[in-house]
């Protein structure tokens, strides 16, 4: 699973999608990973937008996923392949 967290004066320069990137592409190729998986919060569209942009492929939503703020929480699934990398998806 990849997690990841922004600091407010340095969002929407991009440095979260490069960093998404390069982290997958350490993962299939010096790990030897298949598959990489993260989840958001559905009304997270920044981090949406980062995973969509990094080759991420939305799977579905996992109902009370994780405990947030002492409530369980629905996130959006999402995930990559090392057949999606190869192929520059």
């Known amino acids: 699973a990849l997690g990841y967290w922004m ?3 340095h969002v929407g320069k991009g440095y979260m999608t490069e ?3 390069t982290a997958s592409g350490f993962c299939f190729e010096q790990l030897s990973m298949h598959r990489i998986e993260a989840a958001c919060l559905p009304h997270n569209l920044a981090s949406r ?3 969509e942009r990094s080759g991420f492929v939305q799977e579905g939503i996992a109902r009370k996923y994780l405990r947030i703020n002492g409530r369980w929480q629905d996130h959006v699934l ?3 392949l090392r057949e999606d990398a190869e192929r520059g998806m």
Do not use: K, Q
Request: proline residues 8%; glycine residues 8%; charged residues 10%.
């Open 78 to 80: 999402f995930s990559r």
């Open 49 to 51: 937008t980062v995973l």
């Open 19 to 21: 960093s998404v990137i």
């Open 7 to 9: 600091g407010l004066p």
